[in-house]
Each structure stands twice: as C-alpha cells, then as structure tokens.
C-alpha cells in the first residue's frame, strides 16, 4: 500500500458518518486518466440518466449520427450503481467522470480530492431522485422498529440513504442486522434478497428503487397483497430523502478537455428538454383518457432503457419503464444556475456559460424573459372541476423537496388557477344576446358589430363596459368566482404545506409562502377544447423562487 | 352551486398578497340612537359597535379594510368632519377597535352617496391588486333619504353588480322589513339584535363563490365547448387580459367611447377626400 492510499484511507476514516465507505474503499492509487476514446461515462439505474442514452443515440457506445456523435464526442457508458468501484475507476484515471447523489458526492469528497488533479468539479445536476425508499414488512411500523431488524442494501447506491435513515432513528449501524448485496436490481438485487428474507420470517426492511418498490408494495401507499410478486403486508416505511443526481469530473480532464466536458453537459441538456416533453405527453394522455400510446420516440427510449436496466428491473415499458421516468425530476438549463447557487458548496463550480452551452445544445435560453429562471423547484398540484381539495398524500415528496429547496434567500410562490372555459362562454353567450357578436356561419368565426373581430376590437369593446354583465350572463362575476375559486385551492395547498411541515417538525419559516389566486388570468391553455385541455387549467403551481437580496 | 369557505381555514395562513379588500358602508344616522326593539335598553348604534369590533378581529391578516359612514363625523385629530372613519388599507386591528368605539349618531341616510364613495375606493383597489376579493358591506337601519339619494341608490347598485367583481353585502338593522336593497344585492341578512347582527357581519367575510368551471358530469358539458370553438386562442386571450383590466371606472360614469371604429370611419373619410382631390385634380390639370 503506498504512502496516498494509507492516506486516503485516514482522511475518509475522520468522518465518522462514512467509516464503513472508507473501510469498504480500501486502497487506491490516483492516476492519470485514461483519455483514449471512448471516454467511460458512469449512470446509474435511474431515469435521469436515460437522458444521457438518449444524447448519445440510444445506445451505450455513442452512434455517429448521435447529438453527442454530432458534436464529435465518443462516449461509452458503464454501470455505476456500485459508487465505490466507480470512485476506484474514478481515482485511477479509468474514467474522468463521477456519477452519483449530491449527497454521496459531499461524503466521498475528501477522498476523491487526493490530488489537484483529481479535485472533482461538479458539471451538471441530471435532476432530482423523487424515489429511494424503505420499504419494510408490516412488522416494522415506525423508523424505530428497524432495531434488531434486518436490513437489505446496497452499499454503493444506498450507503448514504441507510445512514441518514439510521441517524433519523437514532440506532447505530450495530442496532441492524445488514445484508449488502452485490446487485441493485435482478435476481441477486436487493428486492429478490428481500423476499427471501421475509419468506424466513425475519422483521425485515429494505433500501430499493422505485420499480422495485412498486413490485414489492404496489405503491407508495399501497400495502403489498401478496400477490403478482408483492410481499404481503409490506409497506414504505420512508420515502427517501430526494437527492440531486450529479455527474462530476476531475480537474486534470476539465482543464484539458472542457470543450468536451461542455459538450457532454450541452447534449444531456438538449435530450432533457425533449424527453420531458415526450414523457409528459404520454403521462398527462393517459391521465385524461386520451391514451394514444407511448409513441415512436417515447417507446425507443423506454426499449433501450429496459435493454441497459434489464427485464427484470422493467418488465414492461408502459409501467415500469415510464415509472422509473416519472421518479425523474429533470433540471433543465434554466434551473443549472439556480441548482449551483443553492446547493454546491463544497464541490468546485465550473462556472458554465449558459448561453454558449444554449448553442451548442441548440435550445432556448433567455434568462430576461424567462421566468421560471429564478425558479429553484416547482410542481404542480391538480384539482378537479370547482374543487379544492386534493390528494395532499400523493404530493408529499414535492413538500419535501419543496422545503429543502426552500433554504436561503428565497419565497414559495403558491399561485391559483382555475379554467377559462365558462368565462369565455360567458362573453359569447353575453354578446349575443346583446347583439354586439354574431356568429359567421359560414366562415365560422364571430363578428363584432357586423365587423371582423380583431383583438383591438374586442378590447375596446369591453373596456368600454359592452360587455359588462346583466342579471344573466355576466363574465366579470364569473371571472371573480375564478379569482376565489383558484385564491381557494392556492390557500388549500399553502395549509397542507404547512400542515406537512408541522407533522414532521420541519423547521419551516411560513413568511416565506406567498399566497395568491389569479384566476383564469394565467391558463396554460387560454382556449380549451376539451375536459382534457380545461383540466390543464384547473392547478396551483408552487415555485420556489431566488429572492434578489 | 354556492361554495362557502371557512374563514378559520383563511386565518391559519400567513399574511401574503392583500387577499381581501373589504368596504364597510355603516348608518350613523340619528336613527340608528334609537333602542333596539328586541332589547330597549341599548341602541342600534351600539350594538353595530361592539359587533364590528368583534368581526374585526377575526378579519385575516393582511386584509385591506375601509369603514366609511353615510354622513362622516368631527374629528378631533383632523378638526374637521370626516366620512372615512378608518381610511381604506391595512389597519391596526387596536387602533380600528378604538376608532370603532368612538362612533356617534348624526344626520340622515344619503345612502346612494356613501355606497358610490365606498365602491369607488375599490375600484381604485382594483386597479392596483388584481387578484383577491372585493365587498361592499352596507349596514343600515333604514332606507335612503330624499328622491336624490333613491335615485343614486337605483343608478349605482345595477352599475355596480354588472362591473361583475365587486360582492355587495347588506345587513338590515331592527327593520320592520326588509330593506328594498334585499333583492338587488348578492347578500341580504336581516338582524334584529348583537348576536345575528355579529353572525351576518362574519358571513360577509366568508368567501362564496358559484361555480365558475364546468361540471364535467353534466351532460351537456361539450356544448360550452362548441360555443367557443370559432374564438381563436389569441383573441380568447385578449377577451381575459382586458376583462381583468378593465371595469374600475368610477360608479356612475361611463368610460367615454373614443372608438377605433370611429377613428377607422374617419380615416376613410379623409382618403375619400383626397382621393377626390386628386381625381379633380389630375382631369382639371391639362
């Protein structure tokens, strides 16, 4: 053992909190990196990651005709599930990257900055893990029945979870009984040893993905029947802390090579954009009975991912496969910043400049007009038609990342909405009656006092008060039964927020909810043209926002 | 379908954006002395008091609130007589009660002017907060004095519920019957001593709201749908952005119509002309 791995090893062994990752590491030797093509990239077994794939072309080894063969990359992909054979493969110069948890990342942090040139730099926040979980038998009810218990894990993906779980529970790795499997999925995987575990009648809990949740409980808050591969009674003990998923790179390779590096973070970015697009489409279709499919681009995507992951892992594309997509919060270019500002502290910042990697990427990027550019996180709570309440059980993972976003300078913007349709209709219903539109059967539009209508038209119309109500039709009244209805669920959602953190004893500051219903003023859809497009309508939107200081 | 929410549920959030804009409209007529008939030992008046400083401090933080009397009263401070005992804003709920509790009987009932002063500050509201509700709550014992204020009361009430955002409240205090404002309004209450004159106060600080989007369950609910298909998405846009911008004038006037139409028409007028001028020209010229 040379004088750097002794050394290693005691650096890392200082932190108490990752004694068993050192002890697990062992020894390594930093060398140079190994820069003959193809460049090794590390992914874990997670939807964030199938952007990446997509970048370079569906396929693990970078196809020519690929955004990352466009822009001259040539890029191998390999599991990294386990992390500390990736930090060997790291440290030893196999490949310049690193791909792991924000929070993974801050403990082996020491340890990978044995060298100037192997100080990792963070390139890129691939998005935000909505699905580590505990699962465990019905046995275990609380966080303090894992003593004695048995517990199933993966060291190299789930260390950090498993520690901080045990930490919340005030027991000590000597309080468990700790099975590490070599796999994270499959039939050596963590949910297989599970099942074993249980069949021999053990207390027993688990750290898991989220297919593997789903196939062990059903869902987040489902209890397992025993049937279809579920294991009776099993339930989620904790939703895992959520963590940014990050790729790192060490400093000799982004001082060498940061065009690539660049490029690398540029065409992930590119892919994100449109995988979102394409995975929402399909999900918001499905949701409002409009299913057409998972479509060409959607299905190659999920095929290749269940190829790399393994039909064990993901059985079928259009549940599994697009479950582990929906467990991905993906950070696109106009979140990078804010993700760097807030949460980077340790790890060195590249300092990016957005607006050439927009170019490069070949996406918009305009921080003036772009409002959510101040944004940190945000998610969208639905609602049925003229109601406020809703399924505050199924947004409690956004709660979660909502407070944890919420830290420093910032406010969490919960804004009301409701739909326009009634509205509309109102003005229409109102100027016919008042004779000021008619309707152009032939032509099918409307016409404004005989005339073609234009917007000017119109708005002249009714700011000169012609389209002020009557005792029948009267859109302002409607209007303002919006403001109440969306200013209703917006106080809905800022009370359950409150309610969560209080269950919880997060230490949550309330000044910073603001709280506001506006109505049909903002819709994603200003005309809709069926339930499904008015159902857009009917949200609140919660946005963590960077307060100027 | 009337959907009321619980003022409670409002109170345990924290103050954000002015969510409630609230105009009192209170009789401090010489009627209003006068000893209740349910109970003859106190007044109308006093009980008004004790019931709006009650209401008060269950009003959500953060509210703007303005308590404006049909014909104002001296004041020491001022020295001189004023209809906005608590000027419209974000009040000091201590300072409110004690304002409240310094009121006096005076005057008549030129009910038509207080309610145009009342609605006008919140028009003027409007301009500036978009979003949130705005009330007008009236509390009097009797009816409008004099053809003039009648008259105003008849013009201003219809103009005002047609503008569409502005919920107008009245409370009917120890009448014989009910006020001829009770089938104008949104809201009618009538009470008859401190505690229903409470009630009907908190009422008016509850949200209702009818329902503003579609029932999905109804069957004809595909219909609304085709009534807008022919409206294209921009002008559906357009038609929101200035509903929500407009309809703050003050009550009793109209906006004057300087029409684009009429600036089009006399645009064509003029290239008549000067087409005429030139046609003239251009045969008279050899």
Redesign the interface.
């Known amino acids: 053992m040379n004088r750097m791995a002794v050394l290693l090893v005691l650096l890392f062994a200082c932190n108490a909190n990752a004694q068993n990752i050192a002890d697990k590491l062992g020894p390594v030797t930093p060398g140079p990196v190994d820069d003959k093509r193809p460049i090794q990239v590390p992914y874990f077994t997670w939807g964030g990651d199938v952007a990446a794939f997509m970048a370079n072309g569906n396929s693990l080894r970078t196809k020519p005709d690929s955004i990352y063969g466009m822009l001259g990359l040539d890029l191998k992909f390999v599991a990294g599930d386990n992390v500390l054979e990736q930090t060997r493969r790291y440290l030893s110069g196999e490949s310049p990257y690193w791909r792991g948890t924000l929070y993974t990342a801050n403990q082996l942090l020491e340890i990978m900055s044995a060298s100037e040139d192997t100080t990792p730099v963070c390139i890129m926040c691939l998005g935000w893990s909505l699905g580590d979980y505990v699962v465990a038998t019905e046995d275990i009810k609380t966080m303090s029945d894992l003593k004695g218990a048995t517990v199933i894990y993966h060291s190299g993906r789930h260390i950090g979870l498993l520690s901080n779980v045990l930490k919340n529970a005030n027991l000590d790795w000597s309080d468990i009984e700790l099975i590490e499997v070599d796999d994270l999925t499959g039939e050596n995987g963590v949910a297989e040893t599970f099942r074993k575990a249980v069949a021999e009648g053990k207390k027993t809990a688990a750290c898991v993905i989220t297919p593997d949740m789903i196939g062990i409980t059903s869902g987040i808050n489902e209890k397992g029947s025993g049937a279809e591969g579920t294991v009776r009674g099993a339930h989620v003990l904790d939703a895992a802390r959520s963590d940014a998923n990050v790729w790192l790179v060490r400093s000799d390779y982004l001082r060498d090579h940061r065009n690539n590096v660049e490029k690398l973070v540029a065409g992930c970015l590119q892919t994100v954009e449109t995988l979102q697009k394409i995975r929402n489409n399909y999900e918001e279709g499905d949701n409002s009975g409009t299913f057409k499919g998972l479509g060409e681009k959607y299905r190659n995507v999920l095929r290749h991912a269940q190829v790399v992951f393994g039909k064990n892992t993901l059985p079928t594309l259009e549940v599994d496969a697009h479950a582990l997509m929906l467990d991905t919060e993906f950070v696109g270019i106009y979140g990078q910043a804010g993700f760097f500002e807030n949460y980077v502290d340790e790890i060195t910042n590249p300092q990016w400049d957005y607006r050439r990697i927009a170019k490069i990427a070949d996406i918009p990027y305009d921080v003036e007009t772009n409002v959510d550019s101040e944004s940190i996180y945000s998610f969208t709570v639905k609602f049925e038609p003229n109601d406020t309440k809703f399924n505050e059980n199924q947004y409690a993972l956004n709660f979660k990342r909502a407070f944890q976003a919420s830290s420093g300078d910032t406010t969490i913007l919960v804004e009301g909405h409701s739909d326009t349709l009634l509205v509309l209709t109102e003005i229409i219903k109102l100027g016919m009656k008042n004779r000021m539109l008619t309707k152009d059967s032939e032509e099918e539009t409307y016409r404004l006092r005989g005339l073609v209508i234009t917007k000017e038209l119109l708005d002249e119309a009714i700011k000169f008060g012609k389209f002020d109500g009557d005792e029948e039709y009267n859109p302002r009244r409607r209007m303002q039964d919006a403001v109440i209805l969306s200013q209703s669920r917006a106080e809905a959602v800022a009370k359950a927020i409150t309610n969560y953190a209080s269950s919880r004893n997060v230490d949550f500051d309330e000044s910073k909810l603001k709280v506001i219903g506006v109505g049909v003023s903002r819709p994603l859809i200003a005309r809709p043209i069926n339930a499904a497009e008015s159902r857009k309508n009917m949200r609140v939107e919660v946005k963590v926002i960077r307060v100027k200081k | 379908?009337n959907?009321m929410?619980s003022l409670l549920?409002?109170m345990?959030?924290?103050a954000?954006?002015a969510?409630h804009h609230v105009v009192i409209v209170l009789d401090d007529s010489g009627s209003m002395g006068d000893a209740l008939t349910s109970d003859p030992d106190t007044t109308k008046l006093k009980i008004a008091k004790n019931a709006l400083a009650l209401a008060l401090k269950d009003i959500p933080e953060g509210s703007k609130i303005g308590l404006c009397l049909l014909n104002g009263q001296y004041d020491p401070d001022q020295r001189r007589t004023i209809r906005w005992w608590i000027p419209f804003g974000r009040v000091n709920k201590f300072q409110a009660d004690q304002r409240i509790r310094s009121l006096k009987t005076n005057g008549g009932t030129p009910l038509g002017s207080a309610i145009k002063e009342g609605c006008n500050q919140l028009l003027e509201a409007k301009k500036t907060d978009?979003?949130?509700?705005?009330r007008l709550l009236i509390i009097t014992d009797g009816e409008a004095t004099g053809e003039e204020e009648v008259e105003k009361v008849n013009n201003y009430i219809p103009d005002i519920?047609?503008?569409?955002?502005i919920?107008i409240d009245v409370i009917g205090l120890d009448m014989a019957q009910d006020h001829t404002l009770s089938q104008k309004v949104h809201n009618y209450i009538n009470a008859t001593d401190e505690m229903s004159l409470v009630s009907g106060i908190k009422s008016a600080f509850f949200?209702?709201?009818?329902?503003?989007?579609?029932?999905?369950s109804d069957p004809k609910?595909?219909k609304?749908?085709e009534?807008?298909?022919?409206?294209?998405?921009?002008?559906?846009?357009?038609?929101?952005?200035?509903?929500?911008?407009?309809?703050n004038?003050p009550v009793g006037q109209?906006?004057?119509?300087g029409?684009?139409?009429g600036f089009v028409i006399v645009l064509m007028i003029i290239l008549a002309l000067a087409f005429c001028l030139l046609a003239f020209l251009f045969l008279a010229i050899p």
């Open positions: 379908m959907i929410l549920c409002l345990a959030l924290p954000g954006e969510v978009l979003y949130g509700t705005y519920m047609s503008r569409g955002f919920t949200d209702t709201f009818d329902s503003s989007e579609v029932n999905f609910f595909s609304e749908y009534l807008i298909k022919a409206l294209p998405d921009e002008l559906a846009f357009g038609a929101i952005e200035s509903l929500n911008d407009s309809g004038y109209k906006p004057q119509e029409s684009n139409v």
